[in-house]
T-cell receptor, first 113, second 109 residues
Framework: DTAVSQTPKYLVTQMGNDKSIKCEQNLGHDTMYWYKQDSKKFLKIMFSYNNKELIINETVPNRFSPKSPDKAHLNLHINSLELGDSAVYFC????????????FGEGSWLTVV | GENVEQHPSTLSVQEGDSAVIKCTYSDSASNYFPWYKQELGKRPQLIIDIRSNVGEKKDQRIAVTLNKTAKHFSLHITETQPEDSAVYFCSNAGNMLTFGGGTRLMVKP
């Protein structure tokens, strides 16, 4: 069983479109995250979310928004996609919001054309 | 805010040699220091971690050392093998769980 699963794995879309990436974890963790990994392999935190608090990296454009229907899901919505949004997006979870191992999903490869 | 710097960005070694990657951090309250390995096309996965109450931890060919006074911690890989080739990330496990810039390790057979 996959602990952190995200869909789709690959997504090719045109500029200006709106898209979503879904994420689910079955580990019972309280905190979930979204990371963006660019072509240089930098892992940049976008959001940290638990059932109490959403922490947003202030450098993330407001075209990106997380949506959490429940504790086990954290979806990523992206509006008005731009070429620079092309990257691999990783969902992750951990038992607490600091001091514990992060478990990553397999990644979603987004290409904006 | 929390910040972690990682060096070197790339490291090439001959099979059998040792590799050392170093990270420095700024948050004195940090007490958990993990290292992740990301193979090509795959997700990052934890390989070793250390908590602030110890100075060193080993797991077979990999070890992590921590110097809280100097605010740095290092990953040591001995007897490197081609399958060690990957990108390695350190992390400052604060509220935003930021990562270092990554080190691309290449082990040449």
């Amino acid at each position: 069983d996959t602990a952190v699963s995200q869909t789709p794995k690959y997504l090719v879309t045109q500029m200006g479109n709106d898209k979503s990436i879904k994420c689910e974890q079955n580990l019972g963790h309280d905190t979930m995250y979204w990371y963006k990994q660019d072509s240089k392999k930098f892992l940049k935190i976008m959001f940290s979310y638990n059932n109490k608090e959403l922490i947003i990296n202030e450098t993330v454009p407001n075209r990106f928004s997380p949506k959490s229907p429940d504790k086990a899901h954290l979806n990523l919505h992206i509006n008005s996609l731009e070429l620079g949004d092309s990257a691999v997006y990783f969902c992750a979870s951990s038992p607490e919001n600091s001091g514990n191992t992060i478990y990553f999903g397999e990644g979603s490869w987004l290409t904006v054309v | 805010g929390e910040n972690v710097e990682q060096h070197p960005s790339t490291l090439s070694v001959q099979e059998g040699d040792s590799a050392v990657i170093k990270c420095t951090y700024s948050d004195s309250a940090s007490n958990y220091f993990p290292w992740y390995k990301q193979e090509l096309g795959k997700r990052p996965q934890l390989i070793i971690d250390i908590r602030s109450n110890v100075g060193e931890k080993k797991d077979q060919r990999i070890a992590v050392t921590l110097n809280k006074t100097a605010k740095h911690f290092s990953l040591h890989i001995t007897e490197t093998q081609p399958e060690d080739s990957a990108v390695y990330f350190c992390s400052n496990a604060g509220n935003m769980l930021t990562f270092g810039g990554g080190t691309r390790l290449m082990v040449k057979p």
